[in-house]
């Protein structure tokens, strides 16, 4: 059976851990079960698929974009607050609100930058704001609580980006995750050629066709563009 390991992903990796240990657990071969291979898959399967939880868990990419949204959507009330007086450009109002619309102005597009140009954009904006002139036409227009809440909502941001960079950077300083995936690919790759070996042998020719199907199933799954399904509801008995 072919075992092409580099084509999965991290967590495909383990979900094919599971798979082989799992049919393996579920035949009648007994040998298969005490054999040294097999005990040297549970094992690596038992050190990588921690490291895959983590980094899983620990992902905060839809907490930051959540975070983002909403710095987006003060700005955006902001925004609309001083554009909406200054359609009255004789009053006191509205020349304070043309006053700040030159500094929204620099900050461009939002829509059209990316979250880190965003981030800095936003950043760059509310130093503006706190600056002598801008800080009074932003008193004359009534909106502290709106420059506020924004100031809040990108304080928010900064702290869930942070960590999540924090938690990236701690994942990318370890080798013990490529390490250990380089183990348990090893580990599979030779448990599944013994298996391939014994497929001639009485009594092995099931287990030989399960795992087969088990990586005929994970190269369908890189195929489609999907992750491999993990064959069992419950964790393998690793």
Do not use: C
């Amino acid at each position: 059976m072919k075992t092409n390991f580099g084509i999965y992903s991290t967590k495909g990796l383990d979900t094919i851990g599971r798979n082989v240990v799992y049919a393996t657990l579920q035949n009648s071969q007994e040998a298969a079960k005490t054999n040294v291979l097999f005990l040297e898959v549970e094992n690596e399967l038992n050190i990588y698929s921690p490291l895959v939880l983590k980094a899983s868990t620990t992902g905060l990419s839809k907490e930051e974009n959540a975070a983002m949204q909403r710095v987006q959507k003060s700005y955006k009330r902001l925004k609309n607050m001083v554009d909406a007086n200054a359609v009255f450009p004789d009053s006191e109002a509205g020349k304070a609100a043309a006053a700040l619309q030159l500094i929204f102005k620099r900050v461009g597009k939002l829509y059209r930058q990316k979250k880190g140009d965003m981030s800095a954009s936003i950043e760059n904006l509310l130093a503006e704001l706190v600056k002598p002139e801008p800080a009074t036409h932003i008193e004359t227009l009534g909106l502290l609580p709106e420059a506020e809440a924004l100031r809040a909502a990108k304080t928010a941001f900064d702290t869930i980006a942070a960590k999540r960079l924090d938690v990236k950077s701690e994942l990318s300083q370890t080798q013990s995750a490529s390490i250990a995936r380089k183990k348990l690919e090893k580990a599979l790759r030779n448990y599944l050629a013994f298996v391939t070996a014994m497929r001639e042998v009485d009594g092995w020719q099931d287990l030989y066709s399960d795992l087969n199907e088990v990586m005929k199933a994970a190269r369908l799954s890189v195929r489609q563009g999907k992750e491999a399904a993990i064959i069992a509801d419950d964790e393998p008995a690793v």
